[in-house]
């Protein structure tokens, strides 16, 4: 009879410690290689979609992406103009993100990080290739649904005239910092959509919140994002405001390339610092 009971004993020990292992991994937050192998295989997925998913992927993303300048726009046209009005109507900003990167759609931004993990370890032309072919078919059809977008606001009365003039002002204001300062701009930007990617893996139930309030931040700080900035520019292109000369080389250029040093030169090899050692030694 002792036997048995021990035997019991032993085994509600045992199945006790398993719970608790259980209950400890779950809380315990994923270590930065995890994460790293977590984005690392997201993109070498994107890096092998077809070419007509990339585009249709990324023309929705630029569509979607105006809801950010939209809900803007409209806190900025009902909200009473106040001191604090600022901070509130930038959490408008933060709505065409939760849909692009909730809805998993590709916007160029998030493949600065993404896409870049994998070549780090392959260290190949190949990949090199393979990324530089997604980034330019996805920035592309960002900047082709950014104009779309901007066409039904501005062509079309999708949008109440009461709102246009607060789209307008929003757009006269991204796109008139100058080169120098648009590029300065663009790299605080860069850095927090990848910081957005590297967390996401861990926030779980709370991925809305952390796109909310990180998003909410690029606002806040008057940053610049390129597919954001896409829409604005096209808006200021289509009413006649901005030449197609002084958006490419004024705007365009400057805001992508400084969203590629944050995203890419600034975090992503701080990222990959974290977890340099660790990766070569499993290969």
Known sequence: MAPLIHRKVSKKKQDDTQAEEKSVSEATALSPRLIYEVIRREGEEELAR????????????????????????????????????????????????????????????????????PIMR?????????????????LSANVVGAFAAAMLFMWTPAISPDIVPAILELSEHATGLGTYESFWRAIPAGVIVALIVWMLPQADETSFFLILVFTWLIAAGDFAHIVAGSVEMAVMILVGELGLGTAVFGFFIPVLVGNIVGGTIIFTLVAWGQVRDEVEEEN
């Open 50 to 117: 077809s070419k007509r998913s990339l585009i249709w992927s990324g023309v929705a993303a630029g569509v979607m992406i105006s809801l950010s300048v939209l809900g803007e726009a409209i806190f900025r046209t009902y909200l009473p103009d106040t001191e604090y009005r600022f901070l509130i109507e930038n959490l408008g900003y933060s709505l065409g993100f939760l849909a692009v990167i909730m809805g998993r759609m590709q916007l160029f931004t998030e493949n600065t990080i993404t896409t870049v993990l």
């Open 122 to 138: 392959a260290r190949s032309w190949v990949s090199f290739y393979s990324m530089m072919r997604l980034w330019g078919i996805v």
